[in-house]
């Protein structure tokens, strides 16, 4: 129930392309959805959230969608750029629950782009 | 921006000794957290802290950890003995009411030797 499921696990993409990384999660009571990146020897930094009330959110080059009677979401980085490379994390929480804050993360996609 | 700074970056110690970790969330946020990565492994929840007591606690935090928020600013984990399997980066986070600007600091690579 307190799953969240990423995947792939790595990913190649050329600079320029379209990255694609999914999450997918089972406790319905989830209302918040951030991802993360994260570059090696660095804490996790807040790239976008989604409530579950928008089916999109975009900021600049970072889209999420969002898909809540399939219980996925997912990021997409268009224009991927070598400095893009890290591990993205998807996570999710429940704001008003017993559990409120505490984030649940996927276990993270490591993303290259090569030049 | 304002940042959640932790101290040390990097701690080596030996097993069965005492560590604080230390955490300095951003001035205006309420709510605080513990996380723990073992390397290569995703992110852990251990504990979060409001209102001056824990809010909740993972089956990770045991006996041996524990969290204190001494003052106004600083926000502590004491692992009381540490064992090898402790060893990993530790995380601290804080946001402000509906999980506004939730933010993690750069982390604490704790090595147990």
């Known amino acids: 129930q307190q799953q969240v499921k990423q995947s792939p696990q790595s990913l190649i993409v050329q600079k320029g392309g379209i990255s694609i990384i999914n999450c997918a999660y089972e406790?319905?009571?989830?209302?918040?959805f951030p991802w993360y990146q994260q570059f090696p020897g660095k804490g996790p930094a807040l790239l976008i959230a989604?409530?579950?009330?928008?089916s999109e959110k975009k900021e600049g080059r970072f889209t999420i969608s969002f898909n809540k009677s399939a219980k996925q979401f997912s990021l997409h980085i268009m224009d991927s750029q070598p400095g893009d490379s890290a591990t993205y994390f998807c996570?999710?929480?429940?704001?008003?629950?017993?559990?409120?804050?505490?984030?649940?993360f996927g276990k993270g996609t490591k993303l290259s782009v090569k030049p | 921006e304002p940042e959640v700074t932790q101290t040390p970056s990097h701690q080596v110690t030996q097993m069965g000794q005492e560590v604080i970790l230390r955490c300095v969330p951003i001035?205006?946020?309420?709510?605080f957290y513990w996380y723990r990565q073992i390397l290569g492994q995703k992110v852990e929840f251990l504990v979060s802290?409001?209102?001056?007591?824990?809010?909740?606690k993972s089956e990770i935090f045991d006996d041996q950890f524990s969290v204190e928020r001494p003052d106004g600013s600083n926000f502590t984990l004491k692992i009381r003995s540490t064992k090898l399997e402790d060893s990993a980066m530790y995380f601290c986070?804080?946001?402000?009411?509906?999980?506004?600007?939730?933010?993690f600091g750069s982390g604490t690579r704790l090595t147990v030797v």
């Open positions: 802290f409001y209102n001056n007591e824990i809010s909740e």
């Open positions: 001035s205006n946020h309420l709510y």
């Open positions: 986070a804080s946001h402000d009411r509906n999980l506004y600007g939730y933010t």
């Open positions: 989604i409530r579950p009330d928008v």
């Open positions: 406790n319905t009571a989830f209302d918040y």
């Open positions: 996570a999710a929480s429940n704001r008003y629950g017993g559990s409120q804050g505490n984030l649940i």
